[in-house]
Each structure stands twice: as structure tokens, then as C-alpha cells.
């Protein structure tokens, strides 16, 4: 961490500083420059409040060397971390292709849809049971009984199921029922919650925020693994930028950025992202292409009457076809799907 | 609602859509362009999804007309609303100034910190309890603790206290014992929560998101009035953009554009906006030049000490001074600072 | 384009937009709603300005329909254009690569480099004579002497050169020397600039803005097609966004999107986008699976003493190695490499 | 300019950066971190390329302290600057008001808003000769015809006359006829455009580019100044956000912070800013009272017959009632509008 101090403060002012940095544990180093003087400070800064800092009247401003986050920090774990789930790696060189419906919306839907993906080589099967939505006269999800459904869907084809738990109320039924807990892009900062799901064992899939930067992702997982769970899958799903031709701005630098920074598994949305069925497949290419540990797709079997999202979702068909591709990529990626 | 038709698209496949508005309850008008074919839909569109109508395959794209919310619409009540706490008014001429730390530190801080804002002028006491801090290292807040001791410091003052509610299991703490219930910027979308606030009868502070379309923001306080909770104060707080003098970028223009969408009083608060505790004032200014209903702003009494938010905390003396001016801005707009 | 009226306005002042529309040559079609009144205009509405209309103070708002482009439209030449240059295609399953480095330094430096990147496949020489930097300060180029250089290393190799062209006052030179005239991201709608390209013969390589939507960056295109140059490629380097690990937000979603709206190539330069050489290799990869004709590599025999952009050049050894990787992906894409 | 190292560096290596770091002029310190080891460097550094040392495969990021603008720099002239056109003055108390039609188009046009602006109490008549349009097919402005106009009504209203300049090829018209030359927001980093107007006499008002950074949009200033011209006065003009609401954002926290870092005058365009002639009002108040040194706002006599930007232009009877608003609050200002 390294202090810059005003123009103009006085020794005494500065030895204060000095001090109280050094109360904080960190060894401190003097650099008196000709307009500016900046101090250097040694040691575990990750601990250290920037703000607390900042807040002094004789800084001008405080600049992080050390990244923030300790246990999600790619220096614990050179070599990557894998999660795995109901026997299906994702991570360090195991690709997870998650798919289905953007809801749940009934047996028949969730179990025909399930065996589709399933044949044509998914890993897991998403549906979203409660549902996050910008207008409350939507449709807000099947809630329990969509779980219930996902369940039995589960049941016909093994496939473990990834879903969204937006509050931490529903703990309880989601750690009975579900493979991997999603947390979506809107409740990404909802840090109760996080800490919620950082006390459970089961896996957790955790959204990038739609604003959110690549440091505030990684401490987003930084929650949830500071209670204890480890299980962490990143998912860039779209940024928030002036461009709307598509509903976000998919932001595929970030997946090398994170895997130098830290050594969680990371996939990718394509669907949400675009906002786009027809640009699923080039995105999801693209995805596999630059690194990504895994895919969430959104696959229906009668779009144009899907209860929600269905501009985005594919065809089993589309599916199938999508498939085919990845897995010649993941060739060249010295890569494996996981199923 | 306009949709867009593909080009090539067959007079059967046309008909079918102008079935199905129909059946939503729209009367449906037809305008056959020369590249292009568009059907306008009349009647009450707010509760039609758009994606559901995107999801069709022949559908290029679809234009909102109406405004999706109801309850929030200026349309139903041209005048404005009025919030009311413990005899202080926002809105409609009446401006309310929200002053003190950001979080709750200890009895003698609040105590004094309160009783600074009051003879300044201050209609209201903020101090955050439950604290959502990017890193879970970082100080959380004296939660319940913290709420016990803003009812002392009003129990001292007679202001009515402003805290942030981070989860629906704190509700009924929260009933009991807060005047305004501030939901933060990062659970804007934390539909779940909204829900839960939208069944109390305690005012809320709704802030907007860092990514937070107009829109949308209107559309989360819609959530909450279409529980029956009506009593909603917004409040614009920056958004995220490339810019990074300033922590997030101020949008005053969000407060003339919200007062022609939406009839609720509306906020500003420049503290976090800027991160910047010597621009809180010439912000301040310029929100209320601009029409905003009232002001958030952090004052501590010891600002290079504060546990959070320190370098963006003016101190009471600088809160009187920037009272001063704020009534003689408010005397051009012909408004009054409640009190 | 549909024009949303406001509410209660009246017949006569309908009447009046209506008669004003049908005289710029459009017929125009009315659609009574419950709360907002909607005209929708039929003919050809590319020469329109919108902004005229948004003018009239009974209009609320107006809607595009069809894009604003006409030469630049996939609709013109559904099957893409191919540009070729000196014998090389791009465009249509021709892939084009660009490399070379940010700068021209010396007559050593560039036919080296030239030399080293022919040998590993690239197509086309780049090399900065004329540079666009943020400080008056910083090192800006060798000019006119630059522009010499390359032309020999064109002598040496046979690689046609692709350099930026600063100024209509350098077009005589570039037209005479140069192969293909880049026109940089800051003077993406520089419109003099590219009014006097637009005259000239010479095929241009168009960046996007910095900020620039997907519509803007072919309406630029288009300034140049109306004055006659049809040879343009466009290239996508990054858009600005709040995150601020990568130097810009590369939006590789664009390429489809432009794909699908404009017959002309499209290529990627990662190097700009990102900033960082290590990324360089996966986003190059990512853009091919994407999607795009060809890609713009920054490439040095010395990074860490280049007078500009060191930190985002790859080796020529490292451009060897992505080479071998491009060429695969091409044949999973069904393409091939130019040269 | 702080200089952080990768981790596991070897001696030899540090060595060689400081010893190049001392050969370009800077005096070196060292700090040994735990995990990193950063270099200090003291001296002036505002001429050292940032870039030129990230290159270094050693280097792991770099992080200037200082400023990179020198003439434009607060620290060169703490009382800040006035420009001084025709015996009006902007800047240090004076606020400019610069009012009048986006594009010349008419004697009679321009001759009559010049005389309403003058009346209300403009210093300067504004109005577009040379047009800068996305659309190549839009109204482009009378260009020489239109300049010849303005100096009419010049003649008549004795009001200076600020247009904007396109090209460095139309400088020696410019010079003869224009009080101040504006540079546009899409030029701002058109470099060759900005030496020429740095080597004139001429003043300079300059836009903020969509999405430009307040160091770039100062870095500009800094092109302009560096060539001798240090008539520069800012304007902000709005930048590009993911809201879309209003057609940029207006970024009043801009103002002090420009104010903070340089001593040139700032003034705000809330016309293009907002693209809502409604808005206007409004925005103008805030920018006056968050310090800005003037404003430029777009009068038409008739917005809806305009040829370009009638959506944004106010009435001339709306001109003279923002004037009044205006002067009161630069009362509060202590400052005074000059005519």
C-alpha cells in the first residue's frame, strides 16, 4: 500500500502518520519526492481499511499493491482450484456445460428439456424456480414447487441442478434440494446473503454484478469463502455499458483477468449476456476460446412461449449443434467437457 | 407497444400475432412499411412481458410506449407526493436534509454527532448499523447494537432516525424501532427484500443502483408500492461510468427526468456519490438548484478517525456553513427546508 | 420511424405533423391508443433527421424502425464484401492479419519485424509513422520519415503496409506510399477526415470510437461510402466501461451484430483493447471464434524498450505460437488465412 | 510515479530498472515489500512515458503520483485563470454566457437570436457554420456562408461570435472572423487539429470529449497550451453512460474537479448534455451553482422548424427567464454574468 501525502504537510504531521501505520502492524518507508511525498507501507496490508486512511485531511490518495482478497487470491492455489459436483468437475482443464430453461414452468417442460440437454452432452441442468424480475406484474417463478420439479428432473437424468436463491430465508430448502445455489448478478453485493451461503456446504455459483469491477467479483467470492465455503464457481454474465444492441456487454477479457487473479473456476452467460438466441452459439465459442472453465446456456423447447426470457434461449436442436462445436474447441484447449 | 416485424415475414404468421395481443386484451393497428411491417398495440400494455413478445421469431424488436409502472407514474397523481415522518415533509416544496455519520460508532458519537445536525437544521438523523462493505474484513457495522443507539440519540433530539436494512429477517427490528427504512444502493434489485418492505407501513429510502437505469430504479419502487407500501422516498446516489476522479458519477439530470416520470419525492445524496468530502458542497448546491426534494449527507466529528467512510465526511462545522447556503437556494426555488 | 405523440394533443396539431411527414415523401399511418397516440411513417426514412421531428413540442418521442445506413447495410449485399488488398482478401472466409509494431523506429527495427511476422503468416505490415498520443509530451512519431521506412520494409517482404493516417493534409502522401489508411479511434468521426479518405481510392481500416455504439461506428463507415470509397474494413478495439483492469472493454458481442447489420469485414485488434501482451494471445483466439475477418497485432523484437506500447506487444516468437492457433480455429471456422 | 515489481524479481533485474530509471533524470528509492518490492520515483516525471516502463516484463504496474499536465496545472497559477474575449471576461468570478442557435441558418435567423440572447443578457452568440453529423446525409451546416453571417451579426449585436472549427485546413478563415474557436467533443483527442489551434491567438473553447477522462480532457488543454495558446477555456458537455434517459450525462462533479486540478476556466453545456430543451433550465441552475464559470445553450426562435437539435433548443422567452434565475443565483455565487 502506498500513501501519497498533500503537498505542504509538516514533519509532525507526517510522523502521525507514520505512527499510526505502524500501530496497524505494517513496517513503513519514507519517499520524500519534490511535489509530492509518498509513504510505502510493508506487510499484510489486506486488512487494512483504504478508507481509514483516505479519511485523513494530509493524504491525497491511497493506492492498493496487494489485491484485497486473501483465500479466492491466486497465490493460495497457483495451480487452480476444481469444484466439483455430483461427480462433474469444473476447473483446471474440465469444461461444465450447464443448460436449460431460463424457468421452470412445469413437468412436462423441466423433464423433456432436461433429457434433451442431457443427450446432447450437458453436465447440469438450470432452471430458475424463483425468479428475479425488474417489474413486479411478472412472472415471478413456479418458488417451491419449482424446486420440487427440478428435483424430479434430477431424478430422470441424473443431472445435478443449479438454481437461483434469492434469499438467505430459503437456505433451508435449497441446501435439501439443490446441486449448486446460484447467486445472480443483482444480489452479487446482497452481502448477507453471501454470508449465508458461505456457511452451507453446497457448491455456490456466484453472478458478476452488472456494474461490478473484477476486484469486487473476486471479493464478492472473498464472502463467501471467508465463512468457510469454498465451493466457489465465478460467472461473467454481461457489463453494464453504453452499447445496447445487446442487453449487456459481455466482458470476456475478464476471464483471463480472472484467472490470474484468482484461482476459482470461471464460466460464462452467454445467454443473459447478449440478451440474443442468435448470438448464443458465436459468444459461447468465443467463451470456450478465450479460457473459460464452463458454460450456462439457456435452452428452451418452445421459445416464442417461454414464460420468460425466451429472445434468449435456444432450441435443443441449436443445442445439439452448439455441442458439437464446443467439444472440437476443447480439443484445441487440451480441454475436456465434464458429464 | 410497437412490434417490429422481420422482414419476408408470411401474412399467416402475421395473423397469429395480431391472435395473440388480441388475446392478451390489446386492440392491435397494422402499418405495412416497405422494408419493414409494425403493429402498434392499444390499451393498458404495463402488464404485458416485452420478452415474451421478443421470444418470437419473427418479432425484430419491440418498442415500449407506456411507461411499465403504475403506482409510481406521475400520470396518477400530477401534483407530486408528499412523505411525511414524524411531522417532517418531503416533496412538493418541502426539502429534507438527512445528516450524520456513516455508521453508528459509539453512544457519545451519535449522541453528539445528532445534536450538531439538529442545530444546523437537519431534519433527519442517518447512521448505518447493518454496514454492506465490499470486504468482509472491513468493519459490518454495531447492528443491532447500533439501532439502539440511534433511538437514544432521537430519544435526545427528537429527530427521527434514517438506517439501512440489509435483510427481510431484520424486519421487525426495524418496525419497531426506525422511522425511514433506507434500502442501499446494492440491493435496489434484492427483489425479495423489496417485497418484504412493501408489507410494512415504515417509509423507505429506496437508493439507486450503481447501474441502475431510470427506470428501473422507479420500477424497484413500484415493487414496494404494489405491496401497499407507499411511502417512497428515492434517492439518487451516482452511477458507475469510466470516470474515476469522482467514486461514482453524480446524475443530476436523474432528478428533473424522475419528477416527470414519477410522481414520488426524490433525494440526493452527494456524500457517496463523490467519496469526496470537499465536494459535498458544491454538490449539495447543485442538487438542490436542480429540484432535488432534499439531501443525504455524512457528518462526523472526527473524520480522519471514522471507522468507515471518513475521507467523504464533512464535519459539523462545515455542515452548518453548507446549511447556510442550502436555505438561500431553497428560498429561489420556492421550497422550505423541513425541520 | 414511429412518432409518439404527447398526451392531449390536439386533431389539428396531428393533422399538421401528418401533413408535414407526407411532405418529406413518406405515407403515414395513425394508431389511436388509450393514453398515447402513435404515427407510424412508411417509405424511405434514412434521410430523415429525427431530430427534426423530436423538435415539434407535441411530440414525445421518436423510434427508429429501419437502420440509418444504406451503403454500409447487409440488406445492399447480403452475401458480404470482400475487401482485397495487394492480392489478399479479407472478409467472407478470408481471414486478414495485421502485424507489426505500435511505432516505426528505425529502418533495423521495422524490417525486422517485418520479416519476422511474414514468416509466421501475417498478411500485412502495421506500424504507427504518424501516432495520436494523450500527451503533447510523449513521442509522436517518426512522420513522413516513418511512412518512408515502411514502404521499404514492403520492398523487403512484399507485405502492404496498413498505417494511420492523422490528417486530410497527409492524404497526398498516404495515397501515394500507403496500402491501406487506418483511420484511429479518436478520429472515428472526425468527419472532415473522413470525407477526404472517402474521396480517395485507397482502402481504409476504420477503428471504433472509444465510445462509439455499434450504429455510429457504420453510420462513420458510411460517410466514407457516400463520397465513393466502398473499400472499408471495419475494426472493433475496445469500448470504454467502468472496468478498468483491461485499458478498454474489448466487445467481441460486436462482431456478430455487425455482422448481421452491415455487409463489410470486420477485424479485432486485441492489443489496443486490452493493453496487456499476456491477453493478447487469448482475445486474438476468442475474436477468431467469434467471428471476425482478421485481426491487428501489436508485435515487437523488443517490448521493453518499443518507444510506445511495449506492454501490449507480443514477440515475434509469441507470434509465432498464436499463428499456429489462429490456423486452427480457422479450420473449425471454415476460413483461411490470407497471405 | 510509483513503479511495483513482480513477485520473485531477481536483484540483477531491479538493478537494471533503477539504473534506467536514474538515466532518465529521477532519483530512486526502493521499498522491499512481503510479496512485492516497489520502486519510488522522485523528480519530475511529467515527461516520462508510463507506458515505456509497464513494458518491462518485470513490471507489474505503474502509478504516477503526479499530474501529467504541466502549463494547464493548478499548481502553476493557484488563482486561476481568466480568458478575456472582447473585454468580456470568463473565469474568477465572471461567468460567461454564451446563447444561440445550434447551426446558422439564415441572416435573418441568426441576426434576430443574436439580438433576443443579447437583449437577456449573453455575452456571446454561439451558432454551428461547420456541422459535425453522425449521418453523412444530415444537414451540414452553411460552413463559409454560415461564418460570414455571424460576423453580420456581430456587427449588428457587437455580441464575439464562438463556432466550431472542423479542420486545421479551415484555421486562416477561422482566424480572420471568429472571437473564439470551439473544438468539439469528438475532436478533442484529434490531435493534428489541436497543435494548429495551440499555434493561433485565437481562443480556444474545448469540449470534454463522450468519453473522455478529466486528465485526458485537461491532457488536450494541454496540447493547445503547449503550442503557446493558453486562451483555453473547458466545457463539459456530458459523457456517455449506460443511461439513457437524457442523451449523455451530464457530469457536474467534472466542475470542481477541474477546478481542483487546474486554474482554466470551466463552463457547462447542458443543451447537448441532455438533448432536452426542458432540461435546460434545470441543469443550468445546477451547473451554476456547483461552480461552473459560464454556460453555452442552445436558443433557436423557432426549436421546431430548426435544421438541427430543435429537440434541445430553448425559446429566446425561455433564454430571458433562465437569465433572471441565472443572476440571482451568481449572487450567492458572489460572482457576476459579463456582458
Chains 1, 2, 3, 4 share one sequence.
Not at 58 to 83: C, D, M, T, Y
Not at 192 to 218: A, C, D, N, T, Y
Not at 290 to 313: F, R, W
Amino acid at each position: 500500500m502506498v500513501i501519497v501525502l498533500k503537498p505542504g504537510i509538516s514533519r509532525e504531521e507526517i510522523e502521525k502518520i507514520k505512527l499510526k501505520m505502524q500501530s496497524l502492524g505494517c513496517s513503513v518507508h519514507e519517499v520524500v519526492g519534490e511535489s509530492r511525498h509518498i509513504i510505502g507501507l510493508v506487510g499484510d496490508t489486506s486488512k487494512i481499511d483504504k478508507e481509514l486512511i483516505s479519511a485523513n485531511k494530509n493524504v491525497e490518495k491511497v493506492v492498493n499493491i496487494q489485491e484485497p482478497f486473501k483465500k479466492a487470491n491466486r497465490l493460495i492455489k497457483p495451480e487452480g482450484s476444481v469444484v466439483e459436483v455430483a461427480g462433474r468437475k469444473i476447473g483446471c482443464g474440465h469444461i461444465g456445460i450447464i443448460a436449460g430453461p431460463c424457468s421452470v414452468e412445469s413437468r412436462e417442460q423441466i423433464i423433456s428439456i432436461a433429457k434433451d440437454v442431457k443427450t446432447s452432452g450437458a453436465g447440469f441442468l438450470r432452471g430458475g424456480a424463483f425468479k428475479p424480475r425488474t417489474s413486479p406484474y411478472s412472472f415471478q417463478g413456479l418458488r417451491e414447487d419449482g424446486l420440487k420439479l427440478l428435483v424430479e428432473a434430477r431424478k430422470e437424468t441424473g443431472l445435478p441442478i443449479v438454481t437461483e436463491i434469492m434469499s438467505a430465508s430459503h437456505l433451508d430448502i435449497f441446501e435439501e434440494h439443490v446441486d449448486v445455489m446460484q447467486v445472480g448478478a443483482r444480489n452479487m453485493q446482497n452481502f448477507e446473503l453471501l454470508k449465508e451461503v458461505g456457511k452451507s456446504k453446497v457448491p455456490v455459483l456466484l453472478k458478476r454484478g452488472m456494474s461490478s469491477s473484477i476486484e469486487e467479483f473476486i471479493m464478492s467470492a472473498e464472502y463467501i469463502m471467508a465463512e468457510g465455503n469454498e465451493n466457489v464457481i465465478l460467472c461473467e454474465r454481461g457489463i453494464r455499458t453504453f452499447e445496447n444492441y445487446t442487453r449487456n456487454t459481455l466482458d470476456l477479457s475478464a476471464i483471463p483477468a480472472i484467472k490470474k487473479l484468482s484461482h476459482l473456476p470461471v464460466i460464462v452467460d452467454p445467454s443473459h449476456a447478449a440478451g440474443l438466441a442468435w448470438m448464443v452459439e458465436p459468444l459461447s465459442k468465443a467463451a470456450i476460446a478465450v479460457g473459460a472453465d464452463g458454460l450456462m446456456i439457456e435452452v428452451h423447447n418452445d421459445p416464442a412461449n417461454a414464460k420468460c426470457d425466451g429472445q434468449q434461449s435456444i432450441t435443443p436442436l441449436q443445442f445439439t449443434n452448439l455441442m458439437h462445436t464446443i467439444n472440437q474447441l476443447a480439443v484445441i484447449e487440451n480441454k475436456a467437457v465434464s458429464f
